[in-house]
């Protein structure tokens, strides 16, 4: 199979958007694993990925895709294998000091006092094992290498400025960055060489994990606003998107809706969905209003002619700083509950967790919520089990969505390997 190189102007840029969801972002990792392997065989290529945004975990993932970006051959197995070596005791300290810390600053105790030099402050949890893994296991090196070797067009993550509650998207790109970015008063972007800080600080997860300090100024999770930063790959050229996101929407049985109100006074299961409130996604919504864009426009043509989108966006770029565009996208979503998957894995003891204390914690995390889901739970239940269970589910869903897969893939990428060479896999 040929790995794709730098996209050339004579083809439509393809943006992956990831969003955030804790340890829920395993089920990203599945979906490319998909891509990299059965639809390149149907290919007989490997596809190109010119854009990636991400928020929260996606941030990670999406950090992770852009440093391996030049190796599409291994990509896949190595962000797999990354998920499946976790344990959630590596990243996330849960000893009696720990829980004490937490339980103090619940009753309204103030955090501890930032060390000197560390970048992280507040949080109930201590993530410093998170952190170390994630500036350990993504080269971050490579982000920049294949900028510059065009391996990549541009990275995004979005976080949420603590002090304003404002949206800022960290950019690198290989070409210059819009001075123009958004109208939106509350969402700005900055042109960055973005690194673990950029990444942690979008999946610092709100009052759960520390805030990040970039600078002189401190961020959490971006998905408090953006959880799927659809805007921001369209912003930097994408013609194509392919949407995953982790929140499942479908019929529940009369069961869990029973048990989910009686679960309701539980401050555990109201902490899970208001997380849930907070940071999965209203991918629905964007992807209807970019319909209706696209319906729009074609409506225009139509009507007007094929000067229509040239003369309007004259217009629009004065007005809000950016034009209209036609989108071709692929929304890929969870097709079972990931909570309701968390709860099992949990009742079943399939928990790499040799602790007492961290093993207790965690069963009481899942009571403390409704007998078949564990919304909390699942955004915290970073084992490297779970993730295999989670990556085998986007395996399984992008499966069923592979011919859309195909066409939105289906670009000529003979002028890559015309002007860049083609290396084979």
């Known amino acids: 199979m040929a790995a794709v190189q730098a996209p050339p102007s004579t083809r439509p840029k393809i943006g992956f958007v990831l969003s955030g969801g804790g340890s829920r972002g395993a089920y990203e990792a599945g979906i490319l694993h998909y891509i990299r392997t059965d639809l390149a065989k149907r290919l007989g290529r490997h596809v190109p990925i010119d854009i990636v945004t991400g928020t929260s975990v996606g941030a990670i993932n999406a950090a992770f895709l ?32 720990d829980l004490m810390r937490a339980a103090k600053m619940m009753l309204g105790g103030d955090p501890p006092p930032p060390a000197p030099g560390s970048f992280r402050y507040g949080g109930l949890l201590d993530t410093s094992g998170l952190e170390r893994f994630v500036i350990r296991v993504i080269p971050w090196r490579g982000i920049e290498k294949n900028l510059r070797e065009r391996h990549l067009h541009a990275l995004s993550v979005s976080a949420t400025h603590v002090g304003t509650g404002h949206t800022i998207v960290f950019l690198s790109s290989g070409e210059p960055v819009p001075r123009e970015w958004s109208r939106d008063p509350f969402v700005r972007h900055r042109a960055a060489r973005i690194g673990p800080r950029h ?33 921001p790959a369209i912003r930097l050229g994408a013609d194509r998107l392919l949407l995953i996101s982790l929140r499942y929407v479908g019929k529940e049985p009369k069961v869990i809706q029973k048990e989910r109100t009686e679960a309701y006074p539980k401050p555990l299961f109201l902490a899970g969905k208001a997380l849930n409130a907070l940071l999965l996604d209203h991918t629905e919504y964007d992807l209807a209003r970019m319909q ?43 097709s079972e509950d990931i909570g309701e998957l968390a709860a099992d894995f949990v009742a079943q003891g399939r928990m790499r ?39 085998e589910l986007g395996r399984r869903d992008a499966a069923k969505k592979e011919d859309e897969l195909a066409a939105l893939f289906d670009v000529d990428t003979r002028a890559d390997a015309a002007r860049t060479g083609t290396m084979k896999a």
């Not at 217009?315 to 700083?321: A, D, H, K």
């Not at 961290?358 to 089990?385: K, M, N, P, T, W």
């Open 66 to 97: 852009a440093a391996t970006m030049g190796d599409p051959q291994t990509q896949a197995q190595q962000i797999a294998a990354a998920w499946k070596a976790l344990r959630i005791e590596e990243l996330i300290s849960l000893k009696a000091r």
């Open 292 to 334: 209706r864009i696209n319906l729009i426009l074609e409506a225009g043509r139509a009507s007007f002619g094929d000067r229509f989108e040239e003369m309007m966006n004259h217009e629009l770029v004065r007005l809000r700083g950016a034009p209209l565009r036609r989108i071709q996208a692929v929304h890929i979503r969870p």
């Open 353 to 391: 967790v040799t602790g007492v204390l961290a093993r207790r914690l965690i069963h009481r995390l899942a009571e403390g919520e409704a007998r078949h889901e564990s919304d909390l739970l699942s955004y915290l239940l970073f084992d490297g089990d779970f993730a295999a269970e989670l990556i």
């Open 199 to 231: 990444v942690l600080a979008s999946a610092a997860i709100p009052m759960l994990f520390p805030a990040v300090k970039i600078g002189d100024e401190y961020f959490t999770d971006g998905g408090l606003r953006q959880n799927t930063p659809m805007s």
